[in-house]
């Protein structure tokens, strides 16, 4: 790719190279037209609609560099988000590095949930393994009066969440280092959500173009993906309201175990959701049980 290219054709290459490099992953054959569109859109400081709009625009030779370096990155397998440094997600613009995982859309099913299931008026609302603070983020937005607690066991991938509280201006959102409800002692929430690691340490899609490039640790979790569930669903009792809701993704085989552990853990009301792309992703559960404190 050489400069005096027109956006159209630069778009044309740009696919045509992914295309090349295709593949790797299975899961990314749809997506070469928006990634190319993304990274252009980004070098140009413009839109997606301003590419459709202006097709026929001579973008500069350092651009048109620019584009061919990052869909040389782009081929190799990394991820558009932390080429370009953000994702779009629900209604917010989140930075992300390598600390985080990049936020999916399948995530936002938790945000929409959260909302639906949570109380009207204030709440105390934890997200456990905030990563770019997306779900925290996504939920102090959408509702002012909450109390929102974001916990992540890693302090890069905190410094970039309190980043996107602060660009966002969602600054009553508080953080917390840890591993799940460890800075959370003796404290108590209305809603408990978490988007954990939940692939199987020994999936060979770790080792994939794509989530090779993401941190592992919030990828994996033992030999079934689950160890991070069941740890969150026995402990999360202990910080659940009554009535309290917890909500956690999970992967799309995962739906009938995770409900079963949360069964028996004394959880009522467990329902699990499919995603937009009809995979099982969600499931959520109410604390109904009187507190263990009581019986003792
Ligand atoms: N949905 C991610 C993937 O399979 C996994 C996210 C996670 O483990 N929380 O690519």
């Known amino acids: ?27 990314d054959v749809s997506t070469h037209t928006l990634d190319t ?35 040389d990155r782009r081929a190799a397998g990394e991820p558009v988000a932390y080429i370009v440094g953000y994702r779009d997600f629900w209604t917010l613009r989140l930075a992300v590095n390598p600390a985080v995982l990049v936020p999916r859309p399948e995530t936002e099913l938790l945000v929409e949930r959260a909302l639906a299931l949570g109380p009207a008026g204030p709440a105390s609302v934890a997200d456990l393994g905030t990563g770019s ?16 607690t974001a916990v992540d066991i890693s302090a890069n991938a905190l410094s970039i969440a309190r980043e996107n509280a602060a660009t ?45 490039h993401e941190p ?10 689950l ?8 402990a999360a009792p202990d910080h659940l309201k009554r009535h309290g809701w917890l909500l956690l993704e999970h992967g799309s085989d995962q739906a009938t175990e995770v409900a079963h552990e949360l069964v028996a853990r004394g959880f009522g009301h467990v329902r699990s959701h499919r995603d937009l792309a009809g995979h099982w992703r969600l499931t959520e559960a109410q604390w ?9």
Not at 38 to 66: C, D, F, M, V
Not at 288 to 296: I, S, Y
């Open 288 to 296: 109904v049980a009187p507190h263990e404190d009581t019986l003792k």
């Open 216 to 225: 592992q640790i919030a990828l994996a979790s033992g030999p079934d993906g």
């Open 37 to 71: 569109e993304l990274l252009l859109a980004h070098i140009l400081g413009k839109n997606r609609t301003y590419l459709k709009a202006h097709p026929e625009q001579t973008p500069t030779p350092e651009q048109a560099r620019r584009y061919t370096a990052f869909i």
């Open 168 to 212: 966002l201006g969602l600054t009553r959102v508080e953080f917390l280092k840890g591993a799940w409800f460890v800075p959370l002692r003796n404290r108590q929430f209305d809603v408990i959500a978490s988007n954990p690691p939940y692939v199987s340490e020994t999936d060979t899609a770790l080792k994939g173009a794509t989530l090779q």
């Open 1 to 27: 790719m050489a400069g005096n290219l027109t956006i159209d054709a630069l778009l044309t290459e740009g696919v045509n190279r992914l295309q090349g490099a295709g593949n790797r992953t299975a899961d």
């Open 133 to 148: 603070g997306a779900i925290a983020l996504a939920l102090a937005s959408e509702r002012p009066q909450w109390s929102v």
């Open 227 to 234: 160890s991070a569930i069941r740890e969150i669903v026995s």
